[in-house]
């Protein structure tokens, strides 16, 4: 869910203005999870803008304040979450660690990265959700290491039933700053799409929606 109205609708102006935002309806993008799609959101550029890596960092705080308050630790999923997770764990002056979705197969073959206690609640950091399951992952590597995972905040999420029905299973709240809805709106309202694209759009979201 959207943590704010307001703020998602901040949100979506930001990514659009630095072209985070990639629409291609003729030459489809290919998700992590193999779900071919006309859009393709690039939260990673947010980091090379002083100001907008700083409104996400703030707000997240924020959300983390309000909703769950402070936990013990802050976990940011690899790799879109490593940065904006730190940036997090810094503001709050709370210890930090990052998480893969799978155990490395070399080394000490660590998932969790960084030092956690059996008992600590967590809020994990996450760049964007669309299916949900290497982030639901993650989640359940946290709690395998008997860490109380309290909520993930992610920037953008794709409001997929999928992952909606994820995060409900696993008792993980999920706040957003904006959503796939709200973005193609605004996208309309800058002109960085046409009205035939916003059907293109729509009609992916209604797809993916009825799997």
């Keep these: 869910m959207i943590y704010n109205k307001d703020i998602s609708l901040q949100t979506a102006d930001h990514l659009l203005r630095i072209n985070a935002v990639k629409l291609s309806p003729n030459k489809l993008f290919t998700w992590a999870s193999g779900i071919q799609s006309p859009i393709y ?42 940065p904006q997770g730190a940036l997090v764990a810094d503001q709050l002056g709370l210890p930090f660690v990052y998480v893969r979705s799978g155990k490395k197969d070399h080394g000490l073959t660590n998932q969790i990265e960084g030092k956690t206690e059996p008992g600590q609640s967590v809020v994990v950091i996450e760049d964007l959700i669309s299916t949900g399951k ?23 999420t794709y409001n997929l039933p999928v992952s909606e029905r994820g995060f409900t299973e696993a008792q993980c709240p999920l706040y957003t700053l904006t959503d ?18 916003l059907k293109v759009l729509r009609a992916f979201k209604e797809t993916l929606a009825n799997r």
């Design 41 to 82: 959101c690039d939260n990673r550029v947010t980091l090379s803008f002083p100001e907008i890596r700083a409104f996400i960092r703030d707000k997240f705080s924020e959300i983390i304040r309000e909703k769950s308050g402070i936990p013990d630790l802050i976990a940011g999923v690899a790799t879109g979450g490593i």
């Design 180 to 197: 796939y809805d709200i973005l193609i709106e605004k996208a309309l309202e800058r002109k960085y799409i046409t009205q035939e694209d």
């Design 134 to 156: 290497s982030s639901l992952d993650v989640v359940e590597a946290l709690k395998q290491a008997q860490c109380r995972v309290v909520a993930m905040v992610a920037i953008f």
